[in-house]
């Protein structure tokens, strides 16, 4: 079982910066993949990011490259997303997700298997 606990949502103005945490229980963490997504009210949630088990490989949807990075430190069980240039277009409610025990990277919400329950990012103009 793991948990995973977002955290460092907020209002913040367009152009302003944010970063979101999350953290991860139990033994699996530097074994899986994570990824971030995110969602509107109303509609489908939606990969944002995704980093592999050792921090080698990471992969952004094209909306947000440039501007959001994603890192992780396996000895603190914890992922990042340090969001840069937000607009208002970024406002969601972001996830954090563990792919456990997979060896690659995935970008689909079918192959995570666990989640966060997300912390909302408000971007005003």
């Known amino acids: 079982q793991v948990q995973l606990v977002e955290s460092g949502g907020g209002l913040v103005q367009a152009g302003g910066s944010l970063r979101l945490s999350c953290a991860a229980s139990g033994r699996t963490f530097s074994r899986s993949p994570m990824g971030w997504f995110r969602q509107v009210s109303g509609k489908e949630r939606k990969f944002v990011a995704v980093?592999?088990?050792?921090?080698?490989?990471?992969y952004y949807e094209d909306s947000v490259k440039g501007r959001f990075t994603i890192s992780r430190d396996n000895a603190k069980n914890t992922v990042y997303l340090q969001m840069n240039r937000l607009k208002p277009e970024d406002t969601a409610v972001y996830y954090c997700?563990?792919?456990?025990?997979?060896?690659?990277?995935?970008?689909?919400?079918?192959?995570?298997?666990?989640w966060g329950q997300g912390t909302q990012v408000t971007v005003s103009s």
């Open positions: 980093i592999d088990r050792t921090g080698g490989i990471t």
């Open positions: 997700a563990a792919a456990v025990d997979k060896g690659s990277i995935y970008f689909s919400i079918y192959d995570y298997d666990y």
